[in-house]
């Protein structure tokens, strides 16, 4: 079992997470290099759309979005289910949404989700992998992992693993818009000191006071992992250039009022609550970037870009970093082992890069 750092490198993380919290409430209050929002008339008629965790908060937010454009959105929740789904449908207009139950931090449940959709051959244009936690401290997963790490990296590890192997994503083949893929990260990844492949998927204990530093780090290994995608599925794609085959982004939405800390402590809930309706964004100013990324022309031909609320930005340079992604890449398949079907097929497929 790792144990937490603490002296020096408790410091230096301190001190990230300072200067993390400083850009974030930069790119939220100065408006230079701040992208336009995607127009109502840009729509997605005939295209199905996939968001995980939407009965609350920024996901809830999108799935309305998405429907309002006129795609067939499913909702792949936990829980929230009829109900969440009846007020996406109230508050979008459109009946093309449908709910299907996850619980995405158990393996075999994801596997089991992604044998639905195969079974009714669906497939998809617009994925967006939301579903995200703050536990007030470790807890484990039912296969035993860290609750953040399971939720925010291995359930979309196995996710995509399924999806591209199966068709239910698949790579354009011809002019046609590439289908896209956005996962919903946070600027936190930022301040994470590098993946510690020496204890990859270890269980570490923590409390409320490291809980901040371990989402960074879960964030940081989902960021790592979408470059890692992005450059696997786009071996032509250089910079803005080539060809895109899936497009494959990620965000910080910035602060939401939503129900991220839902886990804090009774006493502090109902300060809390009042401050994040007061200070942080609605969840439908949160979907913007989302939606720029999924629904956008401007982002039609590009894969791979970040986007700090409605600002593009590089991710940090350990999640950019390419033989960290291919330790990712392979640690994870290792880890995995048998919840991982037929990764060869996807591994195979996709050409060695460089
Ligand atoms: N809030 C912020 O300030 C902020 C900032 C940066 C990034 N983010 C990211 O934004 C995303 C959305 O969060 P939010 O702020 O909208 O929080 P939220 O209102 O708490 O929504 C989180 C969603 O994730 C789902 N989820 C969590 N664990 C799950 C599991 N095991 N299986 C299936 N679904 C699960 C939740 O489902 P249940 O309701 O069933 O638990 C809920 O639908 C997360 O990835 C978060 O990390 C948030």
């Keep these: 079992m790792s144990k937490n750092k603490s002296g020096p490198n408790a410091i ?21 290099g701040q992208l336009q929002a995607t127009s109502d008339n840009e729509r997605i008629d005939g295209k199905t759309c996939l968001v995980t965790g939407s009965n609350s908060g920024l996901g809830k937010a999108v799935a309305i979005d998405l429907a309002k454009r006129g795609g067939h959105v499913i909702m792949a929740c936990r829980s929230g289910i009829p109900e969440a789904g009846e007020d996406v449908k109230r508050l979008s207009g459109s009946d093309k949404v449908e709910m299907i139950q996850v619980d995405l931090s158990d393996l075999e449940a994801v596997n089991g989700f992604c044998d639905t959709l195969k079974a009714r051959n669906i497939t ?76 990859f998927g270890d269980y570490v204990e923590y409390g409320l006071k490291e809980g901040l530093k371990h989402y960074g780090t879960s964030k940081l290994h989902l960021s790592t992992f979408v470059n890692e995608l992005s450059r696997r599925l786009n071996p032509d794609y250089v910079e803005g250039n080539g060809k895109v085959n899936v497009a494959v982004h990620s965000l910080c939405p910035g602060p939401i009022a939503s129900n991220i800390a839902r886990e804090s402590p009774a006493f502090l809930r109902p300060i809390l609550v009042s401050v994040m309706k007061l200070f942080f964004n609605s969840p439908a100013i949160a979907a913007l970037p989302v939606i720029l990324l999924a629904c956008s022309k401007t982002m039609s031909d590009r894969t791979g870009v970040y986007l700090h609320m409605m600002k593009e930005k590089p991710c940090s340079a350990h999640a950019l970093d390419i033989d960290s992604g291919k330790k990712l890449w392979l640690k994870s398949k290792e880890l995995l082992g048998a919840f991982l079907i037929n990764s060869e097929n996807l591994d195979k497929s996709i050409p060695d890069y460089p």
């Design 12 to 32: 230096a993380t301190s001190n990230s997470v300072l200067s993390a919290v400083t850009t974030a409430l930069f790119d939220l209050f100065s408006s230079k």
């Design 124 to 199: 998809l244009d617009i994925t967006v992998m939301n579903a995200g936690l703050m536990p007030l401290n470790s807890r484990r997963s039912p296969q035993g992992y860290e609750l953040m790490f399971a939720v925010h990296f291995l359930a979309n590890r196995v996710m995509l693993n399924r999806m591209l192997n199966d068709n239910i994503i698949t790579a354009t083949t011809n002019d046609a818009s590439p289908a896209r893929i956005i996962f919903v990260s946070s600027e936190t990844h930022q301040s994470s000191e590098a993946i510690d492949f020496e204890h």
